[in-house]
Each structure stands twice: as C-alpha cells, then as structure tokens.
C-alpha cells in the first residue's frame, strides 16, 4: 500500500529528542488558518506555481505532455480537469517556479531513507519524527511503515493534530514511542472556525492517549496564534485539560510567524492567507506564566 | 601587569584588526635591496652556496628597519611598516607581477605580448574560422578571466598592495634584472620549459596561452601543475624556547668542531647554519634596541611602563630560554618573524599552540604572575599578527580570485597527546575564545578524537554559530594512523600539526611538503578522448597516453580501468615535475635558517632542501574535482554502458559544444538521480572505488627528497579559476562554470546534511594527509540552546566515527553574505572558509563570493 509524500527533512532538531529525520505525510482533515504547511492539506499530489518567480517563458506550457497549460496575461493558467500532475513543468522550469508536491512511495522506500541517517539517530538519541498533513490519515502506510521501522529499531515520533478516529487509539499508542499532540483551542465553537472542525473528538482522543501512554510518552504542543489563542484565559483553559487529563511535563509552544506565505501562494490559495500578525515577547511571557504558575515546564520553539 | 583593563585591551586589539583590515599592505624593497647587495658582493667570493645564502641573510638581519607600533604588546613587523610584505626576490615568486604590473603601459604591453601569441597560436592551428569561433564562444561564455586588465598593483579592488615611488624604481632598475632568469622562480620555469615533461601539442600551448606573471604554480599538463615554492611546514618552536637560540647556536659550534675532519658539504652545512643563527640573534638584539630606542623617545606615562616591560622580555628571548608566558609568546613571535622575513609565502604555520605554550602558562598561573584575561589578550595579538604575515601580492590576473589575508597558517589545537590521551587543556579552551574574540582569521584546526571532551564540542558549536568560521575540525582517529601508514613513528603521529591549509605533518621534525595538483576531471576528458585534450582554445593532441578509444569498451570496467592508467601517467609527470623543481632548490637555494629548526638537519649534516630532515615527503593535491569526477563517471555508467542512450562520441560533442543544441541529452544527464553526495550506495560505492585507485596510483612513488607522495584533497580557489577555463564535463557541469570545491559533493539534492556527510564519509580516506571538506550552515543549525548545540556536536561525533576526516563549517545564512556584498562595511569581520583556509567574506573577488553563496546552505528543519 504506497503512501502519498511530500517532503523528508533531515538533521531535524526541533521536533523531538536527538537528530531526527521529518517524513511529511499528505492530506490533512483540518484547514487551519495560520497552517505553516498548506500544501500538506489535500491528499493527493498537486502541482505547485509561484507566479511570483515566473519569467513567463512558456517552457512549461511546450512540455506539458496534456497541453493543460497556457499563459495569460505573463502567467501560467493549469487546466486542473486536464492535468494528471506529471510534473513535466516543473522539471523544464528554469526558475523552479512549477513545482510537484507529493509522491507515491512505497513502504520500504521511506523506511530505508529514514534507516540511512540511523548512526546519527543512535549517537543523539533520535529517530523518525511521522509529521503532515496528519499521519493518521493514510493509516495502512503509517502502520506499514511503523512496522517496518520498529523492527529497525528506530525511535518513532508522530506530530498529530488529535483528529483521528478512537479505534486507532489501541494501535498508535502500542508501536509509536512519543506524541507530539498539537492543542490549538478550547471552545470547540472557536476551534470550528479557525480549523473548520470542532474538537471533541480531539480532546477525546488527548485524554484517551494520555490514559493509555502517560506523559511520558505525550508532549503537549501549542501553535501561538496572535488573537486566536495568545490569551491568559486561554492558557487557563489549557491549563485545565491538562489537569483533567493528570499530565505531568512539559508543554511546548511554537510561536506563530509570517513565513508560511509563499507556501499559501504556491498551492493557489495566497488570497486566503490571513496575517496574524506579530507575537510579542511580552505575550509569550504572559502566556507561559500561567503554564509555569500550573506547574508545567514550557518550552519555546522559537 | 598588562592593561588596566578588558575594556582598553579590546579596544585596542579591535583597534588594530581595523587596521589591518582597512590599511593598505605596502611593498617593502628593503630586505630584497639588503640581500642582492650582500649576494653581488660575495659573487667574485668563493663563499660556497649555503654560506654566501646565509651571509646574504644576516646582511638584511644586520641592516632592516624595525617598527614598533603604538598598539604594539608584542614587538616585531617583518617590514619597516606596520602592515607590509617583505620580498624574498632570490625566490621571486612575485618578481613578474612587480616587473609587469606596477605600470600601466607594463601592463597593456604584458596584455598585447599575450594577445599577440594568442593570435599566432590560433591561426597556426586553427586558422582563421577556428579563431573566429573561439571569439563567438568566449563571448558565450563571458568575459575572459585570463588576463591581467589595466589596474595597477596599487589600484585593483581585491588585494590591493601600495609601493612608494623611490622603492619603485629601485625595484624596476637595479633589483628585478639583476634577478631575472636568476631567482629560483624563473630557473624552475625555465628547466620545465626545455625538459621534455610536456607531453605532445602541451608545450605550443603552454607557450601560447597567456602566463600569470607569479609563478606560484606552473602548468606541467593539462592533467598536472606543480607548485614552486619550497615546501610548507612547521618549525620546532619548543627548542628555542625551552634553550635560547644562544644555546642553540653554541650546540652548532660544538658541531663544528667535532666535524673538522668532514667533507666539505657538511661543513659547509654546519656553518650556514650558525651564520643563520647569527642572523636570528641579530633580528632580536637589533628588535630589543628599537624597543628602547621607542622608550627613549616616548613621554606618555603609561605607555613607557608597557615598552619598558616589552624591552625586558625582548632582551630577554629568544636569545635566553623563555620563563613567563609572556616571554613565550613573544619570543616565538620574535623568531617567526625574522624566520618569515627571510622566508615569506612558504608558508609555516605554528603547530600545536596549546601545547607548547601551555608549561609558560601553567607556571604563570601557579605564582599568580598572570590573569586569564591578559593571556587571552596577547593571544589574541598574536593570532591577529600571524595574520598579516599571510598575505600574498598576487597577480590581478587572479584578481577576482583572490583575496587577502588567507588565513593559510593555522594553529592547531586538541587532540591525542604522544601516548594517545586526550591533550585538551586549558590554554585549548584559551585559544578557541581568543580566535572568537580577536576576529583574525588565522585558521583554527580543533583535532578531535573518541574522546574529545564534550565541552570541547561544544565551545567549536557556539563559536561557529556566533558566526566565526575560521574553525575547521580534523578526526585523529583517522589521521594518526594515515601518518604511521606513511613511515611517522607513533609518537611524531600523534604529534601532527596542520600547515598550508589543511595539510599534516610533524611540527619540527618534516622538512617541508611543496605540493603538485592532480585536475581530476581535466584527466578524465583526456581518458575520453583517448589521451588527447580539450580546451575553451580547441583541442590538443597526445597530452596524456592512448588508454583506447571508450566507444570500444565492453563494460564500465574497462573505462575506470583506462582512467586509472591515465591517472598513473598524470601522477609520474607530476612527480618527474615535483623531483626536477626539489633538485633545483637542493643545488641552488639551500634553506639554512630552516634547517637549524628540524629535527635531523643537524644529525645528518644536511640541508632540508637535500632531505635532511628527519621525514620529508611531497603531497599531490586532488582537485577539480572528486565530486565531478565521480558524478561523470557515474552519469556515464548509468547512460552509456546501462541505459545505451548515447554514445561517448556523441557525449563529447555535446561537451565541445557546452551542450547547446543537445537539450535532451542534457536533460537525461540532469535526471539520473543520486549523486555522490546524496547518500546514495551505489555512488557512495563508485566513489570509493575511484578514491581508493587514485590513492594506491600515489603510492607506487616515492620523492626526490626521499619519501612518501601522499594524497592530499583541497583545492582553495583554484575549483573556481580553473571552472573558469575548462569546458563542460558528462556531470552536466557546464563549461566555465566553477568545479565542486576540495572534496564536496557537487550535486546535492535532497538528502540534506546528514546525507552529504554520510556520502563524505563513505569514502576510505586511509592514506590522505589532508581533505578539506565545506559545509555551509545557517545559524539555526546549530542554535542557541545547548539542547540543540548537543545535538550538532553530536552530528560531528557521529560524522567523525562513520569515518569522516575533516569538517569546516562556513555558518552564514545566504542573506546575511548578500547583504555583506551590497554593504561591506558592515560586514567587516565575517569569516567563510574558502577551499581549506579562512578569510574575510569582504576580502573576497565577487566571483568567489557568489561562489560560497551557492554553495549548499544546510538549515535546520523548523
């Protein structure tokens, strides 16, 4: 069973223990506003375009073995009906305006990039970081590719968003290592609005995990979004799932920030980019001192 | 003791590092007038060589101009300026580049010689439409590097060097013909020319092609260069401190006299060096005197107290055996000054710094005569000092090539001590943070080993990500064990310091290493075109041996075969080369002063030019590269001999042709996928295999001076000088495009750091004595808390035991090095690494510049 891939990231030292190497699966249940990965969100292979790098040279348009591309008006237009995401465009590109996001892979092909930086997982106390789009979503790869890397002896971390149905609660929490739980909002109203789903089933799947895995196991990790969820009042509401769930350790927060731009641009949604605008430090402080106050360790991923 | 305070003490050595950045070097003619005055007098003597080479010496010791400057802690300038380069014009390296390009109208002459013989060369050979063709791919390809423009030695944007008009003409009239067709630069050239080296169409070429008016290097093949110099090392520093060069000079006597019966060359010897050691002892008592003299003429409370403790240790040492730490510091730099005066650009480093001065420090620190601050301070004054004895009046037809101060004198720091235990100690830690702070850009070499302590690591992690790049790390896990491979007892291997950029060797004991270099991708095309050779100018015939025609080879095999014999060839006239320029400085420039200070010269009775030395070898230097090279040949077996897509007649001339109009085949080129350098197996494999043939070909040889030809890997800026002016090759490379550098991967795609690393790693470096590996970081990288700095020193250990031998980080975002091109000042003190040294990024021609840029920038994953 192949799974849909759209990037590995090596050397990653910011998601998780040790030197890991990031394995970024495709396709995503929510839409988060302030998404750092935009191009993560649908499933399937899509083709990339920044206008903005375009020379207008029609290269692209000569390659395209479907003729689905044409200028107008110095940019490319992709008729999407007639596009079968070869990526014959992006490869002519001399501007590497066009690009292919995703591809198929198979089991054995990730598990292998990943085993090949093992020494540097071994002497740091690293592994696999499995990260999206939301891994959960393409569930026979994952637990294929879980197997596979179990029996390597790799350490397996996954980033979740929480959407994932319970009956998987039984199988992740028996084969993968560590957590990286992502809380965005409380209000389940709020949290439909800015990720277009509510998160009952999020804080169900939070509370079911941390029974089954401690927390140890399970690190709680906050997008900052300047106006969403930046508040005390939220760090407040934070503070009490987390005391609901009996968690013990540290939270970590990833500051919001602007670069995420292009990436919106390139996969043809920059007029739905939303500035969130600057995070101060004095915000930070004060949302971590409710944390601390709780008695949780806060990390800064700035 | 020292200054009042930290504050005054960095203001000062910032003061100075400003000043050595800013200030134009000037051209001294004073010891190259001393030293042809002594020489001509002596020429109807019958002093013999070694003698009248000393006398000619200690004249320039006897009559220079010392500068003591007001920023001055240690005393000592190689010239009578503040930042200035003294010319050794017996040598005469840089004797064209005074002779052509002080003038313009030298230099359009020089320009119009050269066109001139283009023109005679073109249309002989290849006649009026061959010449025309040239023009309209030279114009193709951009503006031509090889010529010297019409900017002046004292004019030129990169490396300028200012001359006073009396000095110049001194220079032009009486010394430069006195020494043309005599200095051992131009005999050199000279034998080379009329030897038969040159293989087949490569003399009428050679004579063709426009020459670069210093004669650093020479051009034996298209395949082979070698240098000219005498040979980099490093002095033994510990004698003279530990004795007094009083005492060492009384041990030269004694030897004469207990060798009054012996022939005549080793009495010759014996005496060449005592006038030497006189030499040496006149610098110093002639430096304490010009200390004085300051003293005398200086009112300033505060400041005669400092040149009145200056004059006391400089009357002191290096004469006397060195007691404080300061007396060490400057009695070493005392006597590499004199040495560097009348050896400039032969480049010695300073070995084991951490280690030879570390009984001065530790004997300091017990009776409480020193603070850790104000050692750091005079650390810091050295490193920055060492610097500008570095520097190098190039031609401007290297112009854009070209830079500054090299920062080619490394320290070396860490490692085993003489049992294997680690030998990391304070004065390591001392140094590192002196490096940091004072800015210079004298290379620091950290060896490290299994057991490196982590707090070592962890020191290179936050300096390299505060932005000093003059750190480069060497494995001695691996590197003791290549200098015991090639004869190095256990106790000189463990003992290896780093000299020239990246090269090992054993401080006080090897007699110099000059270098020849293998063009890898050059000898490559020649084994394609079956012993023939391609140039940007057409191409040329019988420059390598007939190895056959590739069309007609069965399998893959059969080519590595072809160019191993290819290679084999290269390397013999490289050697041939390499014994012819070592015999000419054997019999004609005897280095005395340098052999007072190696282990053997004295016991065997032996100049270091004739091999007295305890160990000598000659390295040849692999570059351009083993990244291309590889991928060529990897391209080749995938297309050619898997796939069948094309011919090799049709792939060369798609590589005459630089591709255009062979888009597709082009195209296929670009799409084989994993490279050397991506961690790929199968290429990691072919890599090694090609690696390892290119190594044993070394090993069959041996050198005039009776040692190893070791390999060695580091190509500084010639991966880009030489792109210049060479064609495309089966990489896809493009023509006049740069090389990979030293042995970096070149076509990197995703596999990140991890990948490169791994890919660098797989290769067995067993015999090489010196690889510069480049990698360039951006700050995250490594970050800022220990949480990941751990990590990162982590990938270093991990890298090093995967069998890795060298790291040289370069930690700048691409941002930050386009902003320190539109804005230099700003910038002043960002350090890259370049080929195997350091140097300012602003120091640097634009083309070199876009060439770090370019380089790979590995960020961490956010």
Same mark, same amino acid.
């Given at each position: 069973m192949p799974g849909i891939i759209f990037d590995i990231q090596r050397?990653?030292?910011?998601?998780?223990?040790g030197i890991r190497t990031l394995v970024f699966f495709k396709g995503c249940p929510l839409r988060c506003a302030w998404c750092h990965n935009p191009e993560s969100w649908r499933r399937e292979p899509e083709m990339g375009y920044l206008a903005d790098k375009c020379l207008a040279c029609g290269q692209c348009v000569n390659a395209c073995p479907q003729k689905a591309l044409t200028l107008n008006d110095g940019r490319v237009v992709r008729n999407k009906e007639l596009c /079968?995401?070869?990526g014959a465009c992006a490869e002519v590109c001399p501007q590497k305006a066009m690009e292919k996001i995703g591809w198929s892979a198979t089991v054995d092909e990730i598990a292998a990039a990943v085993a090949a930086d093992k020494p540097f997982y071994d002497n740091s106390g690293g592994g696999v970081t499995l990260s999206g789009g939301e891994p959960t979503g393409q569930p026979d790869f994952l637990f294929g590719l879980i197997e596979k890397l179990r029996a390597a002896h790799i350490h397996i971390a996954m980033e979740t968003c929480g959407c994932f149905s319970a009956k998987m609660l039984d199988q992740l929490s028996r084969t993968v290592d560590l957590f990286l739980f992502d809380i965005k909002k409380i209000s389940t109203d709020e949290h439909r609005r800015w /990720?277009? %789903?509510?998160n009952e089933l999020i804080r169900d799947n939070f509370l079911a995990l941390h029974r089954q895995v401690g927390s140890a196991r399970l690190l709680p990790r906050i997008p900052l979004i300047p106006t969403v969820n930046d508040d005390p009042a939220e760090a407040e509401a934070i503070v009490a799932l987390l005391q609901q769930a009996r968690y013990e350790g540290e939270v970590h927060l990833m500051p919001y920030n602007r670069l995420a731009k292009t990436k919106w641009a390139k996969v043809g949604r920059g007029d739905d980019f939303h500035d969130f605008g600057e995070l101060s430090e004095e915000t930070i402080v004060r949302f971590t001192a409710v944390l601390a106050a709780a008695g949780y360790a806060v990390v800064c991923n700035r | 003791m020292m200054s009042p305070s930290t504050a005054s003490a960095d203001e000062r050595i910032s003061r100075m590092r400003r000043r050595y950045q800013t200030e134009m070097p000037r051209i001294s003619v004073e010891r190259a007038r001393l030293y042809t005055e002594k020489w001509r007098e002596l020429? !109807? !003597?019958? !002093?013999p060589l070694p003698v009248r080479t000393a006398l000619a010496m200690k004249h320039v010791y006897e009559y220079m101009t010392h500068h003591i400057d007001p920023d001055d802690r240690l005393a000592g300038a190689w010239t009578e300026f503040f930042l200035g380069f003294p010319i050794d014009i017996e040598r005469g390296l840089f004797n064209g580049v005074f002779e052509h390009e002080l003038d313009k109208h030298k230099m359009l002459r020089f320009q119009l010689k050269s066109y001139w013989n283009f023109l005679l060369y073109m249309l002989r050979r290849r006649g009026l439409r061959g010449l025309w063709r040239n023009v309209q791919m030279q114009r193709r390809l951009g503006p031509t590097p090889v010529n010297i423009g019409l900017k002046t030695l004292p004019e030129r944007e990169v490396n300028p060097f200012s001359i006073d008009p009396p000095a110049k003409r001194e220079l032009q009239r009486n010394l430069l013909p006195y020494w043309k067709g005599r200095c051992i630069a131009d005999v050199v050239a000279d034998e080379i020319t009329h030897s038969d080296l040159f293989g087949g169409d490569m003399a009428d070429f050679a004579a063709a092609v426009p020459t670069i008016p210093t004669k650093q290097a020479l051009i034996i093949s298209l395949g082979a260069s070698i240098a000219t110099y005498q040979g980099h090392l490093v002095l033994d520093h510990e004698k003279p401190l530990r004795q007094g060069l009083l005492a060492m000079r009384e041990e030269v006597r004694d030897l004469i006299k207990a060798n009054a019966e012996a022939p005549a060359e080793e009495r010759n010897f014996l005496r060449s060096v005592e006038i030497g050691l006189d030499g040496l002892i006149l610098f110093a008592e002639r430096l304490a005197d010009a200390v004085e003299a300051e003293l005398q003429r200086t009112n300033d409370f505060a400041r005669r107290e400092i040149l009145t403790m200056m004059l006391a240790v400089c009357r002191k040492v290096p004469l006397h055996p060195a007691e404080t730490f300061h007396e060490a510091v400057q009695a070493l730099w005392t006597l590499r000054t004199a040495v560097e005066v009348a050896h400039p650009t032969n480049v010695h480093s300073y070995g084991r710094l951490d280690q030879v001065l570390l009984p001065y420090y530790r004997a300091d620190l017990d009776v409480g005569r020193i603070t850790t601050d104000q050692a750091r301070e005079l650390l810091e004054e050295l490193l920055l000092k060492i610097m500008t004895q570095n520097i190098r009046p190039e031609s401007n037809m290297l112009g854009n090539f070209y830079l500054r101060y090299e920062g080619s004198t490394p320290v070396t720091l860490g490692g085993v001590d003489a049992h294997g235990e680690d030998a990391t100690n304070e004065l390591t830690y001392l140094l590192l943070e002196a490096a940091d702070r004072s800015k210079t850009v004298t290379s620091i070499v950290v060896r490290v080993h299994q057991n490196t302590p982590e707090k070592l690591y962890l020191q290179v992690a936050d300096i390299l990500r505060r932005g000093t790049s003059n750190l480069s790390m060497m494995n001695d896990d691996l590197f003791v064990p290549a200098m015991e491979r090639h004869g190095y007892s256990p106790e000189s291997a463990r003992n290896y310091g780093i000299t020239g950029c990246t090269d090992l060797l054993a401080p006080g004991e090897t007699g110099g290493i000059s270098f020849c270099g293998l063009l890898l991708s050059r000898v490559l095309d020649i084994t394609l075109r079956n012993g023939d050779g391609q140039t940007l100018l057409g191409p040329l015939r019988n420059v390598g041996i007939r190895t056959g025609d590739p069309d007609t080879f069965e399998n893959f095999a059969q080519l590595l075969d072809a160019f191993e014999h290819q290679i084999d060839h290269m390397v013999k006239v490289n050697v041939d080369a390499s014994d012819l320029r070592d015999r000419l400085f054997a019999e004609r420039q005897p280095a005395p002063i340098l052999s007072a200070f190696i282990a053997g010269c004295l016991e065997n009775k032996k100049d270091i030019t004739r091999g007295g030395a305890r160990y000598n070898m000659t390295g040849i230097n692999m570059i351009n590269s083993v990244a291309n090279v590889v991928d060529s040949l990897y391209v080749i077996k995938k297309l050619i001999f898997e796939e069948k897509r094309f011919t090799f007649h049709e792939l060369l001339v798609a590589l005459d042709e630089d591709f255009h109009g062979h888009d597709d085949l082009l195209r296929r080129i670009k799409a084989v996928e994993g490279r050397w350098g991506n961690g790929n197996g199968e290429s990691d494999e072919l890599a090694r295999e090609v690696i390892a043939r290119l190594f044993a070909t070394c090993d069959k040889y041996r050198c005039y001076k009776g040692g190893p030809v070791a390999p060695f890997i580091n190509s500084m800026t010639s991966h880009t000088m030489d792109g210049r002016v060479s064609g495309a090759t089966p990489d896809g490379r493009r023509a006049a495009t740069p090389y990979a550098s030293s042995c970096n991967p070149y076509n990197v795609e995703r596999a990140g750091i991890t990948g490169v690393l791994r890919s660098v790693a797989?290769?067995?470096?067993?015999? %090489?004595?010196g690889c510069a590996v480049n990698v360039r970081l951006h700050p995250s990288f490594i970050g800022e808390n220990e949480q990941t700095q751990k990590k990162f020193t982590s990938l270093l250990r991990t890298y090093f035991r995967m069998g890795g031998v060298q790291l040289q980080p370069t930690v700048a975002s691409a941002e930050m090095l386009r902003a320190a091109q539109r804005s230099p000042d700003d910038y002043r003190e960002l350090i890259v690494k370049v080929g195997g040294y350091s140097t300012y990024f602003v120091d640097l021609g634009r083309e070199i510049q876009n060439e770090v840029i370019a380089r790979t920038e590995h960020g961490a994953v956010e």
């Open positions: 050397y990653a030292v910011y998601d998780g223990p /079968t995401v070869c /990720t277009g %789903l509510g | 020429e !109807s !003597s019958d !002093s797989a290769l067995d470096y067993r015999p %090489l004595l």
